[in-house]
């Protein structure tokens, strides 16, 4: 799969993207391993009612991404959830941590933050600028491989606000990310997420639609999921 486009399947329209204007869709930086080269970083915007998403298909290089997945995989202090529906116990297919300066909690559970690591403020540094946000926290959810999901849901409690923008990096393996419109019933899409990639869920986006990411039986290896958040 190259990096030059994203991998987008709209199920509602053939046509899904539209480049951001030269003001917008550049980044330069200097990488790691680069010789101080700058990396022209591109975005695509992607077109969908009611909101407003961009995909960044290599917004990390290959190798800092690998190093990255190491890296938070071992320093992590992973912890599996129980959710509590009608009575019942139901394990959170997924290890997660939660970063930042202030509680937060989904679905009757609450996490107490951790304090951010170098790891984790270097990588917030770099998407803060990008997306001009300062943000404040950071939900980082394992999948182990492809038997890990997240079901359908919006990141809209009360803690983001009241339209929140949402950056969430990959890295690690390739997995699908659904989406459906809460209205427009037509209106479904999917999208491969690569290693090193941000999706910035923007204005809209959790009023109106909802996502997931569902078991992949064909995926053997880690991904992890950073979402970046300002919690007020």
């Known amino acids: 799969m190259t990096h030059g486009a994203p991998s987008v399947r709209a199920m509602h329209t053939p046509s899904l993207h539209h480049p951001l204007s030269s003001s917008q ?9 680069t010789s101080d080269a700058a990396r022209v970083i591109t975005a695509q915007r992607v077109q ?7 995909y960044i298909p290599a917004f990390f290089d290959p190798a800092s991404s690998v190093a990255l997945l190491a890296a938070l995989i071992d320093e992590t202090p992973w912890r599996q959830d129980v959710l509590r529906f009608g009575g019942k116990e139901v394990v959170v297919p997924r290890l997660q941590a939660w970063y930042g300066e202030r ?18 403020a ?6 803060t600028e ?9 939900l980082i959810n394992y999948y182990r491989d492809g038997r890990d999901s997240v079901a359908w849901h919006s990141d809209d409690e009360r803690e983001l ?11 690690g393996a390739t997995r699908r990310f659904e989406m459906k419109h809460r209205a427009l019933k037509a209106s479904k899409m999917r999208m491969m997420l690569d290693n090193g990639s ?3 869920m923007g204005s809209g986006m959790q009023r109106h639609w909802m996502h997931q990411l569902p078991k992949d039986p064909h995926v053997d290896t880690a991904r992890l999921n950073l979402t970046f958040r300002l919690i007020h």
């Open 103 to 120: 509680r937060y909690g989904y679905s009757g559970l609450r996490l107490a933050p951790l304090p951010w690591t170098s790891t984790l």
């Open 161 to 171: 606000g009241p339209d929140p923008l949402i950056a969430s990096l990959s890295l």
């Open 122 to 127: 270097s990588i917030r540094q770099r998407i």
């Open 48 to 54: 969908i009612p009611d909101a407003e998403l961009t």
């Open 198 to 200: 941000l999706l910035i």
């Open 25 to 33: 869709n550049t980044l330069l930086f200097a990488d790691h391993g």
């Open 130 to 138: 990008y997306c001009g946000v300062e943000f404040n926290s950071v």
